[in-house]
Each structure stands twice: as structure tokens, then as C-alpha cells.
């Protein structure tokens, strides 16, 4: 390959991935949007001006289970998790990408009647499927189609999570990251133009794609207004010996806290199964409802919700907080498997700051700083045994947690996810539903 054209793909191969960045911004900013304008109608305007009575949420679920079982059994088990998009693309060489309009909107309605789960499983399904789109219709995106999924994957992860490096360490790090490392090229038209990337090539795709995608969602919300606040984001603090003397103790309760959350989504994935689509998603709106009436802090992912508990810590009871974040994490995997789909992280980050908030009250009672620190620890460790991606893990928690916090969040995440891989066994990457749709 002479060098002019090695320096032709690769100029191609960074500006479809920034305009594959622009792209991810642009989609998540609509799925935000959307979601903003839904849940306005459905949870403040219809319930303070239409419906006032007191069960209403239990009627709003459960219509919202019927239609969402409804739209499933046409058109398909959407939206679907990370796992399972990469699976596959590396079995079938490419994603539905007819379907994109279906799988946005299975991931909208969800989000919309209030289901404990996070935007990323129908993010990550919309962007596979445009960047195979993409590498089908487009002479020169196609030899290079499944690394620009891996890119769209990323920069949604990213800005998601408003946390640049997220992405690409839990794209890379683990199964999604290599599980197109063997796809085999013999089959690609343009496996000529097909070069090896670099390590240092990827970085600086990512980053520009990345800065991409922040870039579009903040230009979107300077002129449309921001559509979601996101979590809030915890002060630095200073901590004493006796704060470090308790490090294990909430690492200890966050990898408890993450194998209930495998555990209880093992057992719920069986549930689902036996279940037959369409009640299955009219039972989850039930219980989704009644839960949501009695206790609305559990509705939805947590971004708002944690803001809330956070700032009036000091007047729950302990117990109270670590109930809150055990029922999150059992009304989350209830909701993913039972059909009200969507993604985990935020509701478990959620569900983790609880359990870490309920220790520090029982322990340090009235001391935020601890109580930060008591979250960091035990959210790392949670987020370690789950996702069994340290990295990535410590990365995310970037999101709400201050820049200093890795100094105990990396350990916490590693020790974790060690844990993690040694008593729960990994998902198939190509696992797929076996749901009779």
C-alpha cells in the first residue's frame, strides 16, 4: 500500500468517526429530549390536570407494560444489551439496521412510563446499527464497519455518562472489546483498504469522536436548553486514618451489594422466560406501579432521584437507605428481563450511593465527607463485581465522584472485579433471547 493511500484511509477513517461522534451527540441528545417531553406529559401534566387520583401510576404502568408487550411481539425483543448487539454483529457480520426506528422507540417507551433502568442498551443498538448502515451503503466505511460500531459504541457510552474515557476503556477492556478482533475479513469486499490501527490511532479516533459527540450535545443544549441535569456531582473531601480503616468493610458490602444484583438478575432472566410476552410486561407495570406509588424514589434511573436522597441524607434512617437500594437494584433487573428494557449503570450507581449513604448514617451519622467516601468505595465495588472491568469502572464513577476519589475507587473496583470474575460466571457475549416473540 503506498503511503499516499495509507494517509487517504486513514484521513477517511478519523473523519467518518467524527462525524460518527457528531452523530451519537446528536441521537442521545433527541432520546433525551424525548424522554424530557414523555415523561412531562405522562408523570406531571395528565396526573395534576386529568387524572388527579392516587393510583394513577399503577394505571400509567400498567398500560405502558401493555403497550410496550405489544410493540415487542411485533416487532421484535428491542431494545437489546451491549452483550448481545456485539454478539451479533460478530455472528451475522452486521445489525438490523432496518429496524433503527424500532429499536429507538423500544428504548424511549421505558424510559417514558418510569422503569428503574438507564438510556445505554437502546443507545448503543441504534448506533451499531447506523454505523452497519453505514458499512453497507458506503464504499468506504465498509472495510472498516465493525470498528466503527465499536467508535459509535464508545462515544455513546461517553457522553452518556459524561465521562470521556468510559467508553472507549469498556468498549476495549473485556468482551465487547475484542469480540470483533476475529472477524474474519476474507468476506470484505474492501479488505485492500483494510489496515491494521494502531493503539495510539484508536486513541486519537476516540478522542476526536468523542469530542465529537460533547461537542453536539452541548450545542444542542445551548440552543434548545439542557434536557436532563444528570447526576450530581459529589465535592472533594478530606478524609482522616479512621476513614481508611473502613475501606474494606465497604468493599466488602459493595461486592455483596453487586452479587445480589448478578443473583437477582439470574433469577429474574429465568422468570422471563416463562413468562409469555405481553403479560409478562403487564405483570412488570403492575409491580413497576404499585412500587412507584408507595416509594416514587425507585421510578426511573436515579440521575434525579440521587440528587434528592443526597442532599436529605441526614433525614432517612439508615435502614431505610440500604432497603432503598436493595429494592432498586431487584425493580431494576426486574424491569430488564420482564420487558420494561433498557440499561443498568445508572440504576445500580444509584442503588450503590444508597447502600454507601445507609453505612456511613449507621457508622459516621451526620458526616458528609465520610458518607462520600463510604459511596465511592462501596459504588466502585459494586460497579467492579458487575461489570468485572476495573478501568471502566472507575471511570464511570468519574461521572458524579471527584478526580481524587480514584485513589480509592481503582483499588476498590479491582479487588471487586476479581471477586467478581471468580464467583459469578461471565455473560455470553452471544447470548441471545429465547423468548417465544
Known amino acids: 500500500m503506498g503511503k499516499g493511500l495509507k494517509f487517504a484511509n486513514e484521513l477517511k477513517l478519523i473523519l467518518f468517526s467524527a462525524i460518527i461522534g457528531a452523530v451519537a451527540g446528536i441521537v442521545f441528545w433527541l432520546l433525551l429530549f424525548c424522554v424530557h417531553w414523555g415523561t412531562y406529559l405522562l408523570w406531571d401534566f395528565i ?72 438510556p445505554e442498551a437502546g443507545m448503543v443498538g441504534v448506533m451499531v446499527a447506523l454505523c452497519c448502515w ?22 455513546s457510552l461517553s457522553v452518556m455518562f459524561r465521562s470521556p474515557l468510559f467508553g472507549m ?9 475484542d469480540i470483533l478482533e476475529s472477524e474474519d475479513d476474507s468476506n470484505n469486499d474492501n479488505s485492500n483498504e483494510r489496515q491494521p490501527i494502531t493503539k495510539l490511532s484508536k486513541v486519537i479516533i476516540y478522542c476526536i469522536a468523542t469530542g465529537a459527540g460533547f ?12 434536557v436532563s441535569e444528570g447526576f450530581p456531582t459529589f465535592e472533594s473531601i ?19 451489594l453487586g452479587l445480589f444484583f448478578e443473583y437477582s438478575e439470574k433469577l429474574f432472566e429465568k422468570i422471563g422466560k416463562i413468562l409469555p410476552p405481553i403479560i409478562s410486561e403487564t405483570i412488570a407495570g403492575v409491580i413497576l406501579g404499585i412500587v412507584s406509588m408507595l416509594l416514587p424514589v425507585i421510578q426511573f434511573s436515579g440521575e434525579e432521584q440521587m440528587g434528592i436522597l443526597i442532599s436529605d441524607f441526614a433525614l432517612y434512617a439508615p435502614i431505610a437507605m440500604v432497603g432503598i437500594a436493595f429494592l432498586k437494584v431487584i425493580m431494576t433487573n426486574m424491569c430488564i428481563q420482564l420487558g420494561f428494557k433498557g ?12 447502600f454507601g449513604y445507609g453505612l456511613a448514617l ?22 467492579g463485581t458487575s461489570m468485572k472491568k476495573p478501568l471502566a469502572a472507575s471511570m464511570l ?30 455473560k455470553s457475549s452471544t447470548k441471545s433471547d429465547n423468548r417465544d416473540i
Not at 440499561?343 to 444508597?354: D, E, K, Q, T
Request: include cysteine; charged fraction near 15%.
Open 47 to 118: 396526573p395534576e390536570n386529568v387524572l388527579t387520583f392516587s393510583w394513577y401510576p399503577i394505571l400509567a404502568c400498567t398500560v405502558g407494560g401493555l403497550i410496550i408487550g405489544i410493540v415487542r411481539k411485533i416487532h421484535g425483543d428491542y431494545p437489546e444489551d451491549m452483550m448481545m448487539v456485539f454478539g451479533k454483529l460478530k455472528k451475522n457480520k452486521t445489525y438490523p439496521y432496518k429496524k433503527i426506528f424500532v429499536i429507538f422507540f423500544a428504548a424511549l417507551l421505558p424510559l417514558i412510563f418510569g422503569s428503574s433502568v438507564g
Open 238 to 256: 478530606t478524609l482522616d486514618r479512621a476513614d481508611y480503616l473502613l475501606f474494606f468493610l465497604y468493599l466488602l458490602c459493595g461486592i455483596i
Open 169 to 177: 476503556l469498556n468498549v476495549e477492556e473485556g468482551i465487547e472489546g
Open 215 to 226: 461537542l453536539c450535545f452541548w450545542f444542542l443544549n445551548q440552543i434548545f436548553g439542557k
Open 343 to 354: 440499561g443498568h449503570f445508572f440504576p445500580l450507581i444509584f442503588a450503590a450511593v444508597c
Open 362 to 383: 449507621m457508622i459516621y451519622p451526620g458526616s458528609s465527607e465520610h458518607a462520600i467516601f463510604a459511596a465511592a468505595v462501596v459504588t466502585a465495588a459494586t460497579l
Open 134 to 155: 453505514a458499512g453497507d451503503n458506503l464504499k468506504f466505511a465498509g472495510s472498516q464497519s465493525a470498528y466503527y460500531s465499536k467508535v459509535g459504541a464508545a462515544v
Open 397 to 426: 464513577l468519574l461521572l458524579c465522584f471527584p478526580a481524587k476519589s480514584l485513589l480509592w475507587t481503582v483499588p476498590a473496583a479491582a479487588l471487586a472485579s476479581f471477586v467478581g470474575k471468580y464467583l459469578v460466571k461471565d
